[in-house]
């Protein structure tokens, strides 16, 4: 099984940036879909960008314009840039992916990583 793992996470002053990377360590592995999500204690997770089997991208209206969801398929290394943070956007954010067409069809992934904490003050 697929573990993916995320880095780049921190703390950082409105108005910053950061740069979200997500592996998989030991793991080569093709991919439908890739996403990353967010989650707040207490709030239910969502869905923040999203690059879909035709490789086009989507982004939550919260991240458009700010954020930039890339992947970088010879090294297996999915990216999130972060520009312009607010404080809303402080969560722990997860990446995602998909190996099923008709899963990623519907939004359904099948590997995850554990999370990275994001901080903005």
């Known amino acids: 099984q697929v573990q993916l793992v995320e880095s780049g996470g921190g703390s950082v002053q409105a108005g910053g940036s950061l740069r979200l990377s997500c592996a998989a360590p030991g793991h080569t592995y093709s991919s439908y879909c890739t996403a990353w999500f967010r989650q707040v204690p207490g709030k239910e997770r969502e869905g923040v960008a999203y690059?879909?089997?035709?490789?086009?991208?989507d982004y939550a209206d919260s991240a458009k314009g700010r954020f930039t969801i890339s992947q970088d398929n010879a090294n297996n290394t999915l990216y999130l840039q972060m520009n312009s943070l607010k404080p809303e956007d402080t969560a722990v954010y997860y990446c995602a992916a998909g190996f099923d067409l008709h899963r990623c069809e519907a939004h359904e992934y099948d590997a995850w990583g554990q999370g990275t904490q994001v901080t903005v003050s």
């Open positions: 690059i879909h089997s035709d490789f086009s991208a």
